[in-house]
């Protein structure tokens, strides 16, 4: 599976942005497809993820009820709304898939990832 990450930008706090992950080569079918975050000088960490085959939805506390993980099926698309952005949310942003039942939130159960896209929130 090679992933393709977009929509990265400058926004200032309390706006939006949203992020596109293509998938290429397989289908998420049977995949939890998810998104991680790493700020500058601190470690990779979970966002949000959604198992593909039921639309199970998962998110870390820091962006729940900001944020909204969705799939495109017929895109083969996971995308990331981010509402109320705020200036802790500055980040480079991930997407990444694995094969798996349950949704993990450890950044090395995840075998694909792909580039990262940058998301700076401005005060």
């Known amino acids: 599976v090679q992933l393709q990450a977009s929509g990265g930008g400058l926004v200032q706090a309390g706006g939006s942005l949203l992020l596109s992950c293509a998938a290429s080569?397989?289908?998420?079918?049977?995949?939890?497809a998810a998104w991680f975050r790493q700020a500058p000088g601190k470690e990779r960490e979970f966002v949000a993820a959604?198992?593909?085959?039921?639309?199970?939805?998962y998110y870390a506390d820091s962006v729940k009820g900001r944020f909204t993980i969705s799939r495109d099926s017929a895109k083969n698309t996971v995308t990331l709304q981010m509402n109320s952005l705020k200036l802790e949310d500055t980040a480079v942003y991930y997407c990444?898939?694995?094969?798996?039942?349950?949704?993990?939130?450890?950044?090395?159960?995840?075998?694909?990832w792909g580039q990262g896209t940058l998301v700076t929130v401005s005060s």
């Open positions: 990444a898939a694995a094969r798996a039942i349950f949704i993990p939130t450890a950044a090395e159960t995840y075998n694909y």
């Open positions: 080569g397989r289908t998420f079918s049977t995949y939890v």
């Open positions: 959604i198992r593909w085959n039921d639309g199970y939805t």
